[in-house]
């Protein structure tokens, strides 16, 4: 048997098949998912520091409705015009693609300073 042979058969080959898996973990795992929490009338965390391509989601954890509202419109997301509404429990997920500080808002709640900061590194 070559060498050749034994290392493209076997155990050889799933090595090298493992191998290749685990340089292009790096590239699928680029992207992360964050949580933030509303309850007590406040986001929690209130200010999250992510990369672009993640994801974050909004969880309704209280027992009153809330509307998300973006300051900058070119975010693409949820604005003053066009919020999104939480029911009770509603969850509700953001990709940025965007850099930037991106300050949020629940419209509702603003007398009682209900807002939040996503911002988004390369
Ligand atoms: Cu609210």
């Given at each position: 048997m070559s060498i050749l042979n034994s290392a493209v058969s076997g155990r050889g080959f799933n090595t090298l098949v493992f191998c290749l898996y685990m340089l292009s973990i790096p590239v699928n795992a680029s992207s992360a998912e964050y949580k933030v929490s509303m309850q007590g009338w406040e986001f929690d965390p209130a200010s999250l520091m992510i990369k672009t391509g993640d994801t974050v989601i909004w969880i309704n954890n209280d027992d009153t409705r809330h509307k998300l509202s973006f300051?900058?419109?070119?975010?693409g997301g949820p604005t003053r015009e066009n919020a999104h509404k939480f029911n009770i429990g509603e969850n509700f997920s953001f990709r940025f693609t965007k850099v930037g500080e991106f300050k949020y808002t629940c419209i509702t709640h603003e007398g009682q300073d209900m807002s939040g900061i996503v911002i988004v590194k390369d």
């Open positions: 300051e900058d419109s070119s975010l």
